[in-house]
């Protein structure tokens, strides 16, 4: 195997890396994420790095080369720091609450609606109109906090709804008389 292209990731300490044919395991203080690879990608650990190599420079090795990368990558981050992801709901009587480990939102619907946490993810309420999604692995963070957004996306005339925090909404004229 050729040593064309190469990405380098820095472990950093009180984290462990496992290399199994087809799968990497990343142990650390916050928990534990385990990834499918390609067979084509080598991934060597050594001396506190994670080396991912490419058998050649052809399109399809070079865009696993950097998914490959991209994923052990967000896996060694996320076991070592986690993710958030903070979500802000806007609108007269819109609000949530923490139910254990769910949340239960009121959107102006004629029922409160209840979303179960899933495994891996844990909610935060600081004020009515804040939610912070943590977890370790990247993806599902983004996904459970879209599917709340997705509850009640920000609408373009009043702004009402769920949106992330920052997120800018572009606004539209209401109808004149």
Do not use: W
């Not at 004629?110 to 495994?119: C, F, L, N």
Request: hydrophobic share 35%.
């Amino acid at each position: 195997m050729s040593r064309i292209g190469r990405r380098i990731i820095t472990i950093p300490s009180g984290v462990s890396v496992e290399v199994a044919p087809g799968r990497i395991t990343v142990t650390g203080p916050k928990g534990t994420l385990v990834q499918q690879i390609s067979p084509d990608m080598t991934v060597i650990v050594d001396e506190g790095e994670i080396r991912i190599e490419r058998p050649t420079d052809r399109p399809n090795h070079r865009a696993l080369h950097g998914l490959t990368r991209s994923l052990l990558f967000n896996m060694v981050e996320g076991v070592s720091n986690g993710y958030v992801k903070e979500l802000e709901i806007q609108g007269v009587g819109y609000r949530c609450a923490a139910q254990g480990k769910n949340l239960e939102l009121a959107l102006g619907y004629s029922h409160a609606v209840k979303y179960d946490a899933p495994e891996g993810i844990e909610f935060e309420v600081p004020a009515p109109t804040q939610i912070i999604v943590r977890g370790i692995d990247k993806q599902r963070v983004g996904q459970v906090a879209a599917e709340i957004r997705k509850l009640r996306p920000p609408e373009p005339y009043k702004g009402k709804g769920i949106r992330y925090a920052g997120e800018h909404v572009a606004r539209k004229v209401g109808k004149r008389a």
